[in-house]
């Protein structure tokens, strides 16, 4: 095996591509928007994911590029301070790293880059799998035959509704949605979060690195009809969710109306029994979408380095697939098993879950 074909220059497929090609393989990664993308949102990379970055040598980029967040507030209603968290970095843990995901995703294109080829701007549009390999057809380029083809699309991957069928016998709302937007100005303070609660919603603004980003996360029921792409519903559903909330909102909604560079999307989590069909496999949140509180990036990365080593120590491609599904999956189970904790205690449903919330964190801060 020599040719592998990597949908989705993501966090996972960048990883890939770079492990690939280390290890003499020819990875080639096709990406639908024409160059690096992603919402911005910060994310961490952590436990698993930090050995595979100092591997790659990234570790000092994503140092220099990483957040200044050092404490988390917890606001009450009239948007006072009751209770703040440290962050990893204030506590010192110079092997976690919290970056904006565009950073993320651009500093691993620009070290698998040099080693694979990058057709941006086009996409798949059909797999015919057989014993030897898979005919690829894109919407751009001319067919081509792969050995392997890795879907690392993400949460709407067109790798799996392609290989396994509709998004919507393997992606499973978990009641709650997020939306995230740069704000036109700096945070006041550069080194907190602040989150501020009423039942069923959240909203913060994070520091990040120069503007500041503003994340909406809520819960509501499923929309079945509803298209990730239909950015006006996405703004109406935000609009009407937090019409009557108080604190800064009413200016962040203000910021809401005047972009379209804003990110929005169902929380859910991706349940297949087997992420291997024939030559097809999947990686990152096309396999095992799990983020809520910033996992997804560490997955994405341990998950691709996983599938890389196992592609390059078994002889055999279907002995490969089975050792990273296996191996991968005993980090994913529990992630999945806990989305439910983690949204409890950050999106607390009635204004009693939100005190306990409070008084947990005072309790962990002492």
């Not at 080693?115 to 797999?127: P, R, S």
């Not at 989590?269 to 809520?292: E, F, M, Q």
Request: aromatic share 6%; net charge neutral.
């Amino acid at each position: 095996m020599t040719d592998v074909l990597i949908s989705g220059a993501g966090v996972a497929g960048s990883t890939l591509a770079y492990w690939l090609a280390r290890a003499g393989l020819k990875p080639t990664v096709v990406e639908r928007s024409r160059g690096t993308r992603s919402s911005g949102n910060p994310v961490d990379v952590r436990g698993p994911a930090v050995p595979v970055a100092e591997a790659m040598g990234v570790m000092p980029a994503l140092r220099e590029a990483a957040t200044t967040a050092t404490t988390m507030s917890l606001l009450s209603t009239s948007g006072r301070p009751v209770a703040r968290l440290a962050t990893p970095a204030a506590r010192g843990r110079r092997d976690e790293v919290e970056i904006p995901r565009a950073d993320l995703a651009a500093i691993l294109v620009e070290a698998a880059r040099p080693h694979a080829e990058f057709l941006f701007d086009d996409t798949i549009t059909a797999l015919h799998p057989d014993a030897d390999g898979v005919d690829v057809h894109f919407d751009r380029a001319a067919p081509r035959r792969f050995d392997l083809v890795v879907g690392a699309d993400g949460l709407h991957s067109t790798v799996r509704r392609l290989t396994f069928g509709p998004e919507q016998d393997h992606v499973h709302h978990l009641g709650l949605y997020v939306a995230t937007l740069p704000l036109p100005r700096p945070a006041d303070n550069p080194h907190e979060i602040a989150l501020y609660n009423i039942p069923g919603r959240l909203a913060s603004i994070h520091p990040a690195r120069g503007s500041a980003i503003a994340a909406f996360i809520f819960r509501g029921p499923p929309h079945p009809d509803l298209d990730y792409r239909d950015t006006p519903r996405h703004r109406r559903i935000v609009l009407d969710a937090y019409a009557d909330t108080g604190w800064r909102v009413p200016h962040l909604l203000d910021a809401l109306r005047e972009t379209d560079d804003f990110y929005f999307d169902a929380v859910s989590a991706v349940r297949l029994p087997t992420w291997t069909r024939d030559r097809i496999t999947l990686v990152g949140d096309a396999a095992s979408c799990v983020s809520l509180l910033g996992d997804g990036s560490t997955l994405a990365m341990s998950g691709a380095h996983t599938l890389a080593e196992a592609l390059t120590t078994h002889a055999d491609m279907s002995d490969a697939l089975r050792a990273y599904e296996q191996r991968h999956r005993k980090l994913v189970a529990p992630k999945q098993r806990n989305v439910g904790i983690a949204a409890a205690w950050l999106v607390p449903k009635t204004r009693l879950g939100i005190t306990a919330r409070n008084l947990s964190a005072k309790a962990m801060r002492g």
